[in-house]
């Protein structure tokens, strides 16, 4: 199993298993000098981190992260930077529960990955999923922290914009509120309703899918490589990767296909400094695989957990037919912790495309 890295520059390595004794990352590329605690990381991995509302499965980790390599603290004036060396990062697991899956330890879960790494690898790890858990995922937000410092100024954010069947209102949006709710919404009035809905479904031991939206603004214009590099190839790639998602779309998306050839391009005008505005954004700020300057957005369909109460019809590891129902400790609606999950993909594909630009054409964007 040897894809376990991604980025071109600035590359991340993840290792480890949701049971094993840690996880961890390795990021190399990342350039010298920036500023970097773990603090900085700590704060992205606590808006991730399991067992903080009864909305998210009960595991409780604390995702306490040691930086062990690729950083300095000048005697000087007592600031940690970055070397330029490869960046370690790890988490200890300390609150892994192997014993609740002996019961699935033979059976292969619909919808979730026992099937296929048994007849890839004729061996899978049952506790917890081993490498097919998203507490691998735990790594790229950290990965995720240090992209977010390569880029000057960019800030890069994410929303829930659909659970179920409940949609935001996208008239009440508010970036504020995302902090407010355990879901991630930015619509007060949604949040409220996702409540009582999740709280019904969790109860009647099943699960739900969601929609989260991933905007990046303060990215320069002239990022991404095309053809084969293209920002948006590499940015839905980066997105599909993560456990769970079934579809990814940039900026009007799917919703495009609808749209006029007028209603659809983004006009443009100059700015009051005399460069290129856009009165409207359906690009999500990519055309021909290259940022325009507008905001990133893109946006990506979480499906329901398949690890759920409710009997579901299997087959066991001997080819017998047989009857599963998952107990433990699951994510009643994964998409819920996917938001932490997509922001740090994004960044982590903005920061490699911002590194491999200079590497092409310096510093200097027209
Ligand atoms: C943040 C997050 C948490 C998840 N938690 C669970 C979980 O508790 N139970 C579960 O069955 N799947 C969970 N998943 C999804 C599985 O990891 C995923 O469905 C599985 O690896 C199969 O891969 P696929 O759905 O991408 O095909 C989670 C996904 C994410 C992004």
């Not at 790890?90 to 699935?104: G, P, Q, T």
């Not at 609606?333 to 092409?360: F, K, N, S, T």
């Amino acid at each position: 199993m040897s894809h376990n890295t991604f980025g071109h520059l600035f590359r991340v390595t993840t290792f480890g298993e949701s049971h094993g004794v840690a996880i961890g990352c390795v990021v190399d590329g990342c350039p010298p000098r920036i500023l970097l605690t773990a603090a900085d990381i700590q704060r992205e991995l606590d808006r991730r981190r399991p067992g903080q509302s009864k909305f998210v499965t009960q595991r409780r980790e604390p995702d306490e992260v040691k930086i062990i390599s690729g950083v300095f603290t000048d005697p000087k004036n007592g600031e940690q930077v970055t070397t330029g060396t490869p960046i370690g990062l790890l988490i200890e697991n300390v609150d892994a529960r192997s014993k609740d899956y002996d019961a699935i330890s033979e059976l292969y879960r619909p919808g979730h990955a026992d099937y296929t790494y048994d007849v890839k690898y004729g061996i899978r790890d049952p506790r917890g999923s081993g490498r097919a858990s998203a507490r691998e995922t735990a790594m790229r937000v950290a990965a995720g922290a240090v992209a977010r410092k390569v880029v000057p100024g960019m800030i890069v954010r994410g929303a829930l914009v659909q659970m179920g069947e409940i949609d935001i209102d996208r008239s009440r949006w508010d970036w504020d509120e995302v902090a407010r709710n355990p879901f991630f919404c930015p619509d007060a009035e949604a949040a409220k309703k996702m409540e009582t809905y999740l709280d019904g479904i969790r109860k009647n031991g099943s699960s739900v899918g969601a929609v989260i939206e991933v905007v990046a603004e303060n990215v320069p214009p002239g990022l991404g490589a095309p053809i084969y590099g293209k920002l948006d190839a590499e940015i839905a790639a980066a997105l599909m990767s993560i456990n769970a998602v079934k579809g990814v779309e940039i900026g009007t998306g799917f919703a495009s296909a609808r749209l006029s050839g007028e209603a659809n391009a983004d006009e443009m005008r100059p700015d009051n400094a005399g460069r290129p505005e856009f009165s409207s954004n359906n690009a999500g700020g990519i055309l021909g695989g290259i940022s325009t300057g507008a905001p990133v957005v893109a946006r990506f369909a979480v499906k329901p957990t398949s690890s759920i109460l409710n009997p579901r019809q299997t087959v066991n590891r001997q080819g017998a037919a047989a009857e599963v129902s998952t107990k433990g400790r699951h994510d009643p609606c994964v998409g819920i912790r996917a938001v932490p999950v997509g922001e740090a993909m994004l960044a982590c594909v903005l920061a490699d495309h911002y590194l491999r630009h200079r590497g092409q054409v310096g510093e200097t964007t027209k």
